[in-house]
């Protein structure tokens, strides 16, 4: 799903679009997690730099949850997960065969309360749950956003559009984040680099960034795409209570974040591939990173991060291809686990 703004402002032309040589690396990475990518030496050693920074952190305690699914089941590189007031947990995950939903909600003890979902996605990426409790999914191949009740009916599709390569598995849309007034945002990540505003009702209100132009090698206007506004994939998003909107951007290893038009506020430089960024109910925000130079999250930590004062305040080791906070401070990380019967759950210990 993904929506532009109603009074389309100018395209940013400052906002360059993900590079080919970063989308062929999200393929990569996706599609043989197990094997660590081919790095030139700058990768290597801004791989090295998350490292030392990441031993520098001090650990966070938690309690770690490995929820068992019950009745057992197989859940397939889970990208996401999310959890509503109740207490239920929404997986999104990729499973092999067509008759298996890859939408499945569990209650807080790991039983499968229903699923749905067979059909409708080509590459299951993003779930969240919006402050009304709907739940909403993005597909990462076709960019299409579906909203439902808790329930799995249908309420609501956005077809983002202006995907620059239908044949590429990732080329659409990654992720959305929700403002009080219900409006949604949308970040159309893989192959363009550009984020839209909709009305909860679907209808686009604006947008700023790039749209990809094919073929993508000639989309590339600089070889490193590192300026402010500029992404090689931007892969989450989160709305924060500061009405900032933070972006994961997950090739050049870094949080960006913005107003709401787009305007470049600031930036964090971890290292390696940043995939997630969430905040908790409370304001915290947490973002996971892992150095490319292992198999797809290995040594992979979240990091508690303070943007006003550029701290980083504490690590948790675990991966996560994307992130959410519970409405009671559990994190829930799409670990993209090859094969798997549990659902990680962090919670913080006070």
């Not at 550009?194 to 600089?222: H, S």
Request: aromatic share 8%; charged share 20%; net charge positive.
């Amino acid at each position: 799903m993904c929506v532009t703004w109603l009074c389309i402002l100018p395209m940013l032309s400052a906002l360059a679009s993900s590079p080919a040589a970063a989308q062929n690396q999200a393929q990569t990475t996706s599609q043989n997690p197990s094997q660590p990518p081919s790095l030139s030496p700058e990768q290597r050693a801004d791989a090295e730099a998350l490292r030392a920074l990441t031993n520098s952190i001090p650990l966070l305690p938690v309690e770690r949850i490995a929820l068992k699914v019950n009745p057992p089941m197989t859940l397939v590189g889970y990208s996401a997960a999310a959890a509503d007031k109740r207490g239920n947990i929404y997986v999104i995950h990729r499973p092999t065969d067509t008759n298996v939903d890859p939408v499945i909600v569990l209650n807080a003890k790991g039983n499968l309360l229903r699923s749905w979902g067979k059909g409708m996605y080509t590459m299951p990426h993003s779930i969240r749950i919006d402050p009304e409790g709907n739940v909403w999914t993005v597909d990462a191949r076709t960019s299409m956003i579906f909203k439902f009740t808790p329930e799995g009916k249908k309420l609501l599709e956005i077809s983002v559009g202006d995907i620059p390569d239908s044949s590429l598995a990732f080329c659409g849309a990654t992720d959305v984040t929700f403002a009080p007034n219900g409006h949604v945002y949308v970040s159309d990540g893989y192959c363009n680099t550009r984020f839209i505003e909709y009305t909860a009702d679907g209808r686009k209100l604006q947008e700023w960034g790039k749209i990809a132009t094919v073929p993508l090698q000639a989309f590339r206007t600089r070889p490193d795409k590192t300026g402010p506004r500029e992404f090689a994939v931007a892969h989450d998003i989160s709305l924060g209570r500061d009405g900032i909107l933070y972006v994961a951007d997950r090739e050049n290893g870094r949080l960006q974040w913005f107003d709401k038009n787009g305007r470049y506020l600031g930036e964090k430089k971890f290292g390696g591939q940043l995939y997630s960024v969430a905040h908790g109910p409370s304001g915290d925000l947490y973002v996971g990173a892992y150095p490319r130079d292992r198999a797809a999250f290995n040594d992979a930590f979240i990091f508690k991060f303070d943007a006003k004062s550029g701290k980083i305040l504490g690590k948790i080791e675990a991966p996560a291809h994307q992130l959410s906070v519970a409405p009671d401070g559990t994190l829930l990380p799409g670990t993209r686990a090859p094969t798997t019967t549990s659902v990680l759950l962090l919670r913080p210990v006070k």
